[in-house]
């Protein structure tokens, strides 16, 4: 293989493992948020499952509109993942979790998926 294919490769991988992460967080949040249904009523599953992936889409949001468009679409696109921020913020009292012996507030958990859609938004995921 060839410098550049490889690099192809090894990226193609992380994205895959990180992708595999994501979407255990997101069926982690599923979990919660029946449980929650299940524990603390209707409102507390919203929560739960709300908070958590608006603030990944944001964050993920938030580090790609660095990458591409002009200005306006940089300046609307960053008042948008304010709003989808704050609503996640809102949101994340709402519940808390008890995982593994650990126990999480709504805010934690949803910190957790703000940092897991920073990490797994990159360039290469937008280029064409």
Do not use: E
């Amino acid at each position: 293989m060839t410098n550049a294919s490889g690099r192809a490769v090894t990226a193609l991988v992380q994205h895959l493992h990180m992708r595999r992460i994501i979407m255990a967080y997101a069926a982690a949040s599923a979990l919660v948020a029946v449980l929650a249904v299940i524990h603390a009523g209707i409102g507390a599953g919203i929560c739960a499952i709300a908070a958590p992936l608006l603030m990944c889409v944001a964050a993920g949001g938030a580090r790609a509109i660095f990458f591409w468009g002009d200005w306006k679409q940089k300046l609307f696109g960053g008042l948008a993942i304010l709003l989808t921020g704050a609503l996640a913020a809102r949101l994340a009292p709402g519940f808390s979790i008890a995982l593994f012996g650990y126990t999480f507030g709504g805010p934690g958990w949803t910190v957790i998926g703000g940092v897991l859609g920073l990490v797994a938004s990159r360039r290469v995921n937008w280029d064409a």
